[in-house]
């Protein structure tokens, strides 16, 4: 059977599919009347529609308030909206432990060490990853009324960023959200400028007797971010004539096309990446019904015994690095690359995947729906384009299995999980996981150990087929990493204290612009964070967080030995609604032989010729909340003050070596929610 005719046979089996269960539970629901809770448009209980009625009427408790909770995409477990203050890389999406460019919006890496641990095809580039939305962050949202956000942030140099989220419930069985995101910055230097696009949609279904359920995902990223190559002189920081660093030329772009224009996100030297992801899972459930009954109503319960599953998946991708006006001569001087004078630089890879997933699941006890067992097959499709010219197919079959059980009295939550790739352009990849988590008491908190480990092919990038100008691209070996790893929590006390141990061979990793390596020797390394709240008096804390590494053997891995980020914050509710954070934020690492990047390859390298010397990062704050309404006020990077020079704000550190990072820099944010 070819793969065409393999595809036909999976689409009418899943049309099919869709068909019975909506049948079976359209005739179910007729049989068994309206349901027993009902809820009007806008997602407000009404009352018990299915049973007589009390003779009693109470108030809507929903009618002045809002009950809202998610939950993740693969995960059964509820969680709350988060409604702090003092960590404001939750609202920037940039985690302390990153560096970009010296931009938003750029391309940044991981101070610590952090590989990829997925079996499978990976098209290798993920420098823009932390900007974008995920099929695994999804948010499935439950609410009683419908729930808006809306945030808006402005920083120097017309930075600004947009965010939108809203969802609600029609019925009670079926919710949808919407999500966007935007933010541009047009960047302190030449050829900086950078915008990410980033929108989400989903839908949540479950049919009123609770066999059949349905989610839906779309998700789009854009990622434009020019290149301009690092500074051609960075010592000319200390010399400006304008006292803007926009002045100083760069080793890639255009003089005459740089633009501060915040409107304009058009590249003309840089990256375009663009993702667009159609998911739909859909489900049906044989199991045991049950009821609860009260004074005056009767709640329907199905308890799910044996579950089949099907997910369809359908992602397109393009990575696209164009110069349009190229410098030969810059070129060669600071790349050491020839190319035809005059002509457009381009690189382009574009790939389709389709993947289909059928799913048995199992729950061994019908009131823990958190314990079950999980077996599937999986059938993927690959397409690459190359350049425009050229295109191969590719296929990939592999068998999963998991099991969850997060017992009833909380005190134990087990994960394992594993992929096996039997055929296809990934045969022989696998990865395992296994995770066992103990809640030690009341005052002790919480115990987690796992393992985890990872056989993959590396990532296409260093295929011969790409287009991208890697000089020695190959069919590498296989790579292998294992992780061994342990959290211990304690919420009574804030503290949490977690380790990690990898061990690695066959790591491919590139050492300059263009050349890709492969270390066939193991090499390991070590890597402990610990984190503590200390309560300095009644309103003054202290958030501690640090982090150790330490490489073993001649890795090729660079990372700072020491990482740590301290906030000390005045906080508080005052006047009743008000809520107050504001204080000091300091981030250091220690000096170590930060990677270099490739804006061709979109790949950051390792190197030996430069060492960090950085002043610590120092912002100062003040977050509030006020009913609804946050805002974030922030004075950042005043670390840069060099009292040589007066009082100017020109000492820059450097992400990487001739990227200097920001000045001084401003930023105000407001954060609104509505419930309508």
Known sequence: MNLLSGKKILFLSSMLLVWMMNADAQNRYSQSGSPTIAYDSQGRLIGNSGSKKDSLQHRDRYADSITIYYRYYDSTRTRSLDSSLND?????????????????????????????????????????????FRVEDTRFFTTTRPFTELAYLLGNKAEQMINILHTQNRKSNFNFSFEYHFSNSPGLYKTQNASNSNMR???????????????????????????????????????????????????????ALASRNPFNTSVYTGNTYTDNTILYRHQYDFGQKDSLVTDSVTYKLFYARLRIQHTISLKSSSYTFSDVYPDSTNYQTYFNKT??????????????????????VSFPEKNNQSQFLKAGIALQNLKGTFADTSSSNFYNVYVLGEYRNRTRNQKWDIEANGQLYLNGLNAGDYAALISLKRRLSKTLGYLQLGFQNTNKTPSFIFDPL?????????????????????DYENPRKNFRLSGEYYLVSNYTYFDSFFVAKQEATLFNMLHVSAEK???????????????????????????????????????????????LSTGMELRYYSDYKADNYSPFTGQFFYQNGYTTSNRPDINLFFHFRIKSFKSFVRLENVNTLDLSKGFSFTKYNYSLQQYPMQGLWFRFGVWWNFVN
Not at 106 to 126: C, E, I, Q, R, Y
Not at 246 to 251: A, G, I, M, Q, S
Not at 466 to 486: C, D, M
């Open 201 to 255: 949609a989903t839908t949540h279904y479950q049919s009123p007797n609770k066999r059949y359920e349905s989610i839906f995902i779309f998700i789009s990223n854009k990622n434009s971010s020019s290149e301009n190559g690092g500074l051609q002189d960075v010592k000319q920081l200390d010399s400006l004539a304008l006292n803007d660093p926009f002045e100083l030329n760069t080793k890639l772009g255009a003089t």
């Open 466 to 486: 790409t287009s991208f100008p890697v000089s020695n691209k190959q069919s590498y070996n296989k790579e292998n990493i294992v992780r061994l790893f342990a």
């Open 339 to 360: 190319i035809p004078s005059g002509d457009t630089v381009r690189y382009r890879d574009a790939w389709s995947n389709l993947l289909n997933e059928f799913s048995i």
């Open 88 to 132: 404001f890389s939750n609202k920037l999406v940039q985690p302390y432990w990153y560096n970009n460019l010296g931009n938003y919006g750029t391309a940044a890496h991981s101070l610590v060490f952090n590989p990829l641990m997925k079996a499978g095809w990976d098209a290798g580039f993920h420098q823009y990853d932390m900007y974008n």
């Open 533 to 579: 709240k200390i309560k300095l008096n009644k309103y003054w804390n202290w958030y501690v967080e640090v982090q150790l590494q330490q490489t073993t053997g001649d890795a090729p891995v660079h990372v700072p030995f020491f990482l740590t980020r301290n906030r000390i914050a005045f906080e508080g509710n005052f006047y009743k609604n008000l809520y």
